[in-house]
């Protein structure tokens, strides 16, 4: 399993890219990125001649399905995936496709194209399933510069040989360092704060407290334009299955059938906001990974919920909805930060236990702080619903972020509430702690066998028939 020893931030955490996977499309297309970028500042750019780009393990196995080989490409032109849009993905690749060359990051033109690429997706690296390997050559065949890349989940990317840093900079002193969720715990009561309050005092370590709401907002906004951009679009999922999109018919009917937004639907419209919201992920759109892209829909669909159908949501002014919303998501990432620091977060490292379950965790421990839950409670939600995802494989038909993945968002999403009510109807004790389910889910994922993780090679990937 990979840990880290920095903390990871609400905006590491929380980022904006494009479907359908924050870690095989985001953060390959970061990691190609990254490569041309460095080739610039090395001042070697101009003399390459060509590239070989190799992709080993889960990157290779699944990777035409969830975009991998394009973001590559389009990483190597210069894209950034958290500027670039589906139109702009479309424009470029076909540029791309028509020359047969990248831009080596607004450099030179290079030859480039798929076809060329060296799939290895028997090769695990020990480090991690997700690996790449990019190398440049000058005119006389020799090697400029050569360097893999792991991307480790949730678009977080490493280069070998380097550590593991997703917080930055900003995170090299802060007022509440926490490593499990009992020192979590600790510091709320030595200091009185909720958990909440907690990250937030860590976030204001390295940023204005202008920019930390900005931020948070503007993830809220992209969560919203999902659903927005979902519904807007018909006919079927981009990638050959012929899935159905159901966000519009959808949206269609609950405006039929509840104009008013009564509490008897609360479930239909939470299912709907997680499945649109996936939906926008299948079709390449920009979504938040939360914290990965193929489990993206469930904190969006659970802080509607806090937002339409609590008792500090409804009838709300938008001041008190904005600290709803920045107080949901800095709860929800101390709970995804433990996830990752001392699991994982990668589902061809743990299993969809690590995308989905890590989320549904993070969303019942942000609805608990909304519905005045204690520290204790608020863990005591996450550990529900986390609990309740153990062992759950990724197996993707076809490789697409698609089935199962869609729906399954649907019910993590439900699963979170009702793991908020039951921890709000206790008292915070319990039997089972946070960090022994996150330390069960780093076993289970070791032990789980490599065709369940994000490797298209068992489960429903197997024995769904493609038609």
Request: with cysteine; net charge negative; aromatic share 6%.
């Amino acid at each position: 399993m990979t840990t880290s020893t920095a903390p990871v931030g609400v905006f590491d955490l929380f980022t904006i890219g494009i479907g359908p996977s924050s870690s095989h499309t985001v953060g390959p297309m970061k990691a190609a990125a990254a490569f041309a970028k460095d080739l610039r500042r090395a001042g070697a750019a101009d003399c390459v001649e060509s590239v070989r780009v190799e992709i080993f393990g889960s990157l290779a196995a699944t990777g035409h399905g969830h975009g991998t080989f394009t973001a590559v490409l389009l990483g190597l032109d210069g894209a950034q995936s958290a500027r670039i849009d589906s139109g702009e993905v479309e424009r470029r690749l076909a540029d791309i496709t028509a020359s047969g060359t990248v831009s080596l990051g607004a450099g030179q033109q290079i030859p480039c194209r798929i076809e060329d690429f060296v799939l290895r997706p028997l090769t695990v690296r020990p480090r991690h399933p997700n690996a790449l390997t990019i190398t440049a050559y000058d005119r006389a065949g020799a090697a400029v510069r050569s360097d893999t890349y792991y991307s480790v989940g949730g678009g977080f990317v490493v280069r070998d040989g380097d550590e593991e840093r997703p917080g930055g900079a900003q995170w090299t002193s802060i007022p509440h360092p926490f490593r499990t969720a009992a020192e979590l715990l600790a510091v709320c009561y030595q200091t009185g704060s909720r958990i909440c309050d907690v990250i937030r005092e860590n976030e204001l370590a390295g940023r204005s407290h202008a920019d930390l709401s900005r931020g948070l907002r503007e993830l809220w906004d992209t969560m919203q334009t999902c659903v927005t951009s979902a519904v807007s679009r018909t006919g079927v999922l981009p990638g050959g299955l012929d899935v159905r999109r159901r966000a519009g018919a959808w949206a269609s009917r609950l405006d039929r059938e509840d104009p008013e937004h009564s509490e008897q639907y609360w479930q239909e419209r939470v299912n709907f906001i997680a499945l649109a919201v996936n939906e926008e992920n299948a079709s390449g759109g920009r979504v938040v990974t939360a914290p990965t892209n193929g489990a993206a829909g469930i904190i969006p669909a659970v802080l509607f919920y806090a937002l339409n159908y609590t008792a500090a949501g409804k009838g709300a002014d938008d001041d008190s909805r904005n600290d709803i919303v920045e107080r949901f998501l800095l709860t929800a990432t101390a709970v995804g930060s433990l996830c990752k620091a001392n699991a994982s977060i990668s589902g061809a490292e743990v299993g969809c236990q690590g995308e989905v379950g890590s989320a549904s965790a993070m969303a019942a421990a942000g609805l608990t702080e909304i519905l005045g839950g204690t520290p204790r409670q608020v863990e005591n939600a996450a550990e529900i619903a986390l609990e309740h995802n153990l062992g759950l494989t990724c197996d993707p038909v076809a490789g697409l972020v698609q089935v199962p993945c869609i729906e399954r968002n649907a019910i993590a999403a439900v699963k979170a509430i009702n793991a908020a009510r039951m921890a709000l109807w206790g008292d915070g004790n319990h039997h089972v702690s946070l960090d022994q389910v996150i330390a069960t889910m780093r076993e289970t994922g070791a032990d789980m066998n490599h065709k369940y993780k994000e490797t298209a090679l068992g489960g429903l990937a197997v024995n769904v028939v493609e038609c």
